[in-house]
């Protein structure tokens, strides 16, 4: 087996932050597969645009890609902009002066704007703030930018899923607590998508193989290319099962095998569970050195009544610090939230 261990040290606040990739172990076939199908590139067909590749001929998507400074853009579209996908110069303008205000008050010696925020909300100077862009909804399809209708299943789901509004918090077992709040995952979805903090993604090459590591919840997908077949449907998982090629400049991923415990709705994965159904269809475009469109397409018939997708551009930064993810220590949480049921019963 061949090891590659990639790090990085990256200095923010005063303070060192070791960064990095641990061991990932890739098989010596796949990579011999790899390298053989990179030998065997049409050298007379170069591709439209000049893009960096790997030393074994695949586009270099290498780096972090946080999709935080996306945090502004809505992720349905307002229902009075119908089809139209971006702001005017007024409405551009309005969402400036908007990030420029909350920044402001972010950075207030005294007080806190917690107007509108759940009681279990953090302070707004805890979060991370977006920049300004013309992107009228993260959702591009349909082309109104907004969810398509549930199915009577799907919604009889949604309808069940716990929120985290403060009056909701009245767990009865381990069963309603959903992996979203037990901090075990987000999901593919909730791991990308632009959020409030933790957004980066790093992405590691090496033959044969592409590795993402999200900064929520500390996941990692490995993702070969050797165009090995899914598992089969017994086999099921939060992050589901990844398989990956390349489309010109374009990483193209085909995840099944979920296994229907994650969560859809808005950024976070927060509400909207999706079944065993789901089928995602990822593409991470290399525009250039420094700038990478992501897009995905979301299936899962048994949820919603049509496929929707969300796409927007991420910037590479490489002085990005990946933090630990640290949430629900010893789930006190839970124990908590469990033992005030007991209190609940006993006091009945």
């Known amino acids: 087996m061949a090891l590659f261990r990639r790090f990085a040290a ?15 172990a890739v098989l010596a076939a796949v990579s011999s597969v790899d390298a053989q199908r990179g030998a065997r590139r049409d050298a007379a067909s170069p591709p439209a645009r000049e893009i960096p ?13 946080p999709s935080g ?15 139209r996908d971006t702001l005017t110069d007024a409405e551009f303008a309005q969402r400036t002066a908007q990030i420029k205000a909350q ?63 403060a009056e909701s918090y ?15 995952t987000r999901g593919v979805l909730g ?37 090995r077949p899914h598992l089969p449907p017994a086999l099921r998982s939060y992050m589901g099962d990844p398989r990956g090629s390349w489309d010109g400049g374009t990483l193209v991923i085909d995840t099944t095998n979920f296994n229907g415990r994650t969560g859809s709705l808005g950024r976070n994965g927060n509400g909207n569970p999706t079944s065993e159904a789901l089928h995602l269809v ?22 919603w009544t049509r496929p929707w997708t969300v796409r927007f551009p991420l910037a590479r930064n490489d002085g990005y ?24 019963e006993r006091a009945k």
């Open 10 to 24: 990256v200095k923010t606040a005063g303070r060192l932050t070791l960064i990095g990739v641990a061991a990932v």
């Open 53 to 65: 590749r790997t030393p074994w001929g695949d586009p270099d998507l290498q780096g972090v890609w």
């Open 69 to 83: 400074p996306l945090i502004e853009v809505p992720f349905e579209r307002p229902a009075a902009f119908g089809t």
């Open 103 to 165: 920044s402001e008050s972010d950075a207030a010696e005294s007080g806190r704007d917690t107007a509108g925020s759940p009681a279990t909300a953090p302070p707004p100077h805890w979060l991370e703030r977006g920049v300004a862009t013309r992107q009228a909804s993260l959702i591009v399809d349909p082309p109104d930018g907004r969810l398509p209708p549930m199915t009577e299943d799907g919604a009889r789901r949604a309808a069940r899923w716990r929120t985290t509004s």
């Open 170 to 184: 009245l767990f009865e077992s381990p069963a309603d607590l959903t992996p979203y709040d037990r901090c075990i």
């Open 191 to 227: 791991s990308t998508f632009p959020n409030i903090y933790n957004t980066g993604i790093q992405i590691v090459q090496v033959p044969g193989a592409v590795i993402l590591r999200y900064e929520m919840v500390h996941e990692t997908r490995i993702v070969p290319l050797d165009g």
């Open 282 to 303: 990822e593409r991470f475009t290399l525009i250039d050195a420094n700038r990478l469109q992501y897009e995905v397409t979301i299936a899962d018939p048994q949820t």
């Open 321 to 344: 610090a990946m933090y630990e993810y640290a949430c629900h220590e010893g789930n006190y949480a839970m124990r908590n939230s469990l033992s005030a049921a007991r209190a609940r």
